[in-house]
């Protein structure tokens, strides 16, 4: 082997991809390894067989390799082989290895020609190979074949690139030289993932079919396509040879004859060849995983420190143990107390950064929903004044009124009372949703016991479903108390000595509060034309007077204005084709709101955000467009009829007077309400969970039967203990290897600017008798003799050690070695062979 020292990381690596496979996964970890990549009859299949000296890989039309092939190659003094999955078996009949490898694809993959990402390993020992681990991997194909799906060729494709894509294996990319090396589906991905050539080996397999009067030898010196770590030419059996049983033996003594009575070849025999990438092969896997070993190590003890808690919970479970499932039950209903808690009264752990939940949800409906709700239902003016006017004719009744009576004024404010009924048990039905909702998020922890999962949801929300009754009634009651007594009285109460004052303070408390923000946030202009742009986001400013947007959230560019004034806000449906959730603005005196536009349609992610941005429009005095019935149809066509000014000025004083008592009664009932639900319905609900939850759960049945676990569950636990040893076993295996060793450096980087626009694979023809002989690459610009430039990858880069250097002189018909009186000194970048 090239790197004395290293003799074991190959083997090492083989005990680790079986201690890996031996669980059914690779722990996410990337072991060391070479994939061979090429396409369909580029000879992938005789180069392996020719490394192992015995037939024994499936041939046949269509992709023969239909899963990863994990070919681990073990030097012993005795041949045999052996299956992952026939542990204990050993095949000496390498046709019967044949047959195992066709029929394990099928068992996966069908007999329909299918392919499957699930590896096969196979282990060969025997004394005429050299430790080396390769996986051959489906043959590039471009169309289906029998009953193959149509998108077979995108199917391999992404089976490759699962391998190669990982920093840790290397390259072996497979061209036939009688096809255009430039089109080589094997080069292109190699280029793709490893754009630097730092893990790409090139094999150039067919020379002996290459058409008459042309070679390979500038590809083979590295000089047409070059590549970091260079080319290595193979010869393998012909397909007739194959069909004959000719012996590889024989085949390898055949390649060898070949490439020193070759013309073009000769000079680099020693070189090429199946024995020297085989050697070359050894020593790159087995410097590459030197390379790789101390982050591989970082990366198992990393993965092994975050099972350990995990494991040794696991370790020494007993799922049948009354005694652990009465502890487990215990603490289950205890974490799921915390949790509740912690989602209701807000924590610093494992907060929710996607959405609002639990009680920052609660919170907005208490505080942003609720209020919008009251102040929905509220009536128009026109529809107010006409009730109070039809109130003072109906109570002087024949006779003609000279005050302003005050039943009039508790008629209407009762009436406006009872309205509250409506957003006050909609505000209890939105907190009941939620609170539903937190308990299905905190019993997510119990999913590995379903039965009791299930159980405490439904002991739970049925407690919660009770309270819902209680906490209705006593809200419901809270309205009847404020029918029962109308407190004129009140300190907040103008009285109406003052109500006729109202009205010119009001007038000055809004305009004083004109500049005031109040919201500002991002909204999508729906309504658009795509003519136009389409719909476009805009930073929104909210004011208690207008409605401006930006071109960003710097405020620079102001694009519009919108003052308030005759606006409301109406909800529109959302679209099949939009994710958005839409609500529009428009003038009530049909006016165009924006351009061209009667209404200015704005989007949200969520309909929570809507709700919001229309919470702060009835902030700013935009309320939402009131829903007209037949009945107020029929009474505003009607009613336009004129009043005398006594009267008119008795609907203004009471109009006053039900806005000031209106007010309190809102401030009122917006402080109680989040009090009520909080004590009624929330906290009792806490209460129960830390209280009577378990004995519920006990008295709901056999407790054994709540605590069996899922199958996921017994699946996780068994997979965690078995991948926990894995690990172990692997730093056992890797602990006593030491990385102190001859390294081999890095071959410069080429130029590979011939991905782009090379015009292919043109070899030239052999020299002609009368012309000077064509020299080695080494020896083409320097004068005869002479030592080559020190940085020059040659072919296989930093593998062409100076017993095997191309600038010796080539002999015709003889295969001797490297002349040592000729031998250029070695690079000061490259290590003298051992």
């Not at 068992?107 to 590896?119: D, E, L, Q």
């Not at 529109?572 to 165009?592: A, D, L, Q, W």
């Not at 007209?628 to 005398?644: A, I, K, L, P, Q």
């Not at 309190?664 to 909080?678: A, F, G, Q, S, Y």
Request: hydrophobic share 35%.
């Amino acid at each position: 082997m090239g790197n004395r020292g290293m003799e074991d990381l190959i083997p090492l690596v083989n005990r680790l991809q079986d201690a890996f496979s031996a669980i059914g996964q690779a722990c996410n970890l990337d072991l060391p390894q070479i994939a061979v990549v090429g396409g369909q009859s580029a000879g992938k299949s005789s180069v392996l067989e020719n490394f192992v000296g015995r037939d024994f890989l499936p041939r046949g039309s269509g992709i023969v390799t239909r899963r990863p092939l994990v070919l681990q190659l073990i030097s012993a003094t005795a041949e045999w082989a052996e299956f992952l999955h026939c542990k204990g078996k050993k095949f000496t009949d390498f046709d019967e290895v044949r047959q195992e490898i066709e029929a394990e694809t099928d068992r996966v993959t069908g007999a329909n020609k299918g392919i499957s990402p699930v590896p096969i390993n196979l282990r060969v020992y025997s004394p005429h190979v050299l430790n080396l681990t390769l996986i051959d991997l489906p043959g590039i194909t471009k169309v289906p074949v029998g009953d193959q799906p149509a998108d077979i060729e995108q199917q391999i494709r992404e089976m490759i690139m699962q391998f190669i894509t990982r920093e840790s294996c290397l390259i072996l990319a497979v061209t036939p030289a009688n096809t255009d090396l430039a089109n080589s589906d094997a080069l292109k991905l190699a280029k793709d993932v490893d754009p630097q050539g730092l893990r790409t080996i090139g094999v150039i397999t067919k020379l002996d079919l290459m058409d008459e009067g042309t070679d390979a030898r500038d590809v083979l010196e590295n000089k047409l396509l070059p590549l970091r770590r260079g080319y290595i030419g193979v010869v393998n059996r012909s397909q007739k040879d194959i069909d004959g049983k000719k012996d590889i033996k024989a085949a390898l003594e055949a390649e060898r004859k070949f490439f020193f009575s070759h013309p073009s070849y000769r000079h680099m025999a020693e070189k090429m060849g199946t024995p020297r990438l085989q050697k070359v092969l050894n020593e790159q896997l087995t410097n590459h995983i030197r390379d790789t070993l101390p982050a591989f190590r970082s990366k198992l003890q990393s993965q092994l420190l975050a099972l350990d808690k995990e494991a040794e919970e696991y370790r020494g479970y007993r799922p049948d143990d009354p005694s652990r499932k009465t502890k487990q039950l215990l603490q289950m209903v205890q974490q799921f107390s915390v949790d509740f808690e912690k989602r209701i009264e807000g924590s610093g752990d494992q907060v929710d950064t996607v959405e609002l939940s639990g009680g920052a949800k609660i919170n907005r409906i208490f505080h942003e929903r609720f209020p919008f709700e009251l102040v929905k239902m509220e009536c128009d003016e026109k529809e107010m004044r006409r009730e109070i006017s039809y109130a003072i004719k109906n109570i002087h009744g024949i006779r003609t009124g000279l005050f302003t009576p005050d039943m009039a004024f508790e008629a209407i404010v009762k009436k406006q009372i009872i309205k509250l009924k409506g957003p006050c048990v909609k505000c209890v039905d939105m907190v009941i949703q939620e609170l539903i909702n937190t308990v299905r998020q905190c019993s997510n922890k119990l999913e590995c016991f379903p039965r009791l999962r299930e159980e405490t949801e439904r002991i739970v929300t049925s407690h919660i479903r009770d309270r819902e009754s209680r906490a209705k009634d006593q809200v419901l009651l809270l309205i009847d108390v404020q029918l029962s007594y109308i407190n004129t009285n009140h300190e907040d109460f103008i009285g109406f000595a003052n109500a006729q004052q109202r009205s010119s303070q009001t007038n000055k408390s809004q305009s004083s509060a004109g500049n005031q923000v109040i919201r500002k946030g991002w909204l999508t202009i729906n309504n658009i034309s795509i003519m136009k742009g389409g719909a476009k986001e805009y930073w929104f400013v909210l004011t208690a007077e207008s409605l401006s947007w930006f071109k960003d959230d710097e405020e620079k560019e102001k694009k519009y204005m919108l003052p308030l004034d005759n606006l409301k806000v109406r909800d529109v449906e959302k679209s099949f084709m939009s994710s958005k959730h839409i609500f529009c603005i428009f003038n009530t005196e049909s006016r165009n709101v924006y351009k061209d536009n009667r209404t200015l349609e704005l989007a949200c992610d969520s309909q929570d955000d809507v709700d919001s941005w229309k919470s702060s429009l009835l902030r700013a005095g935009v309320y939402p467009e009131k829903t007209t019935t037949v009945e107020s149809e029929t009474t505003t066509t009607s009613d336009n009829f004129s009043m005398d000014p006594q009267l008119e000025r008795k609907v203004e004083t009471i109009r006053n007077l039900v806005d000031s008592y209106m007010a309190i009664v809102n401030k009122c009932i917006r402080d109680l309400m989040p009090k009520t639900i909080m004590h009624l319905m929330i906290n009792n609900v806490k209460d129960f969970i830390n209280a009577e939850l378990l004995a519920q759960l006990y008295s709901a049945g056999d407790q054994n039967a709540l605590m069996d676990e899922s199958q996921e569950q017994a699946q996780r636990r068994d997979e965690v203990l078995r991948t926990h040893q894995a690990l172990k076993e692997a730093l056992n295996i890797i602990g006593d290897i030491s990385t102190s060793t001859i390294t081999v450096p890095m071959p410069p980087p080429v130029d590979t600017s011939w991905m782009g626009g090379s015009s292919g694979g043109r070899r030239s023809p052999p020299p002609s008798p009368t012309a000077p002989r064509r020299m080695s690459s080494g020896q083409r610009p320097a004068p005869r003799g002479a030592p080559p430039p020190p940085n020059r990858p040659g072919p296989l880069g930093p593998f062409n050690n100076s017993a095997d250097s191309p600038q010796a002189p080539s002999r015709p018909n003889r295969a001797p070695p490297s002349i040592p009186s000729r031998r250029p000194p070695p690079s000061p970048t490259r290590q003298a062979p051992p």
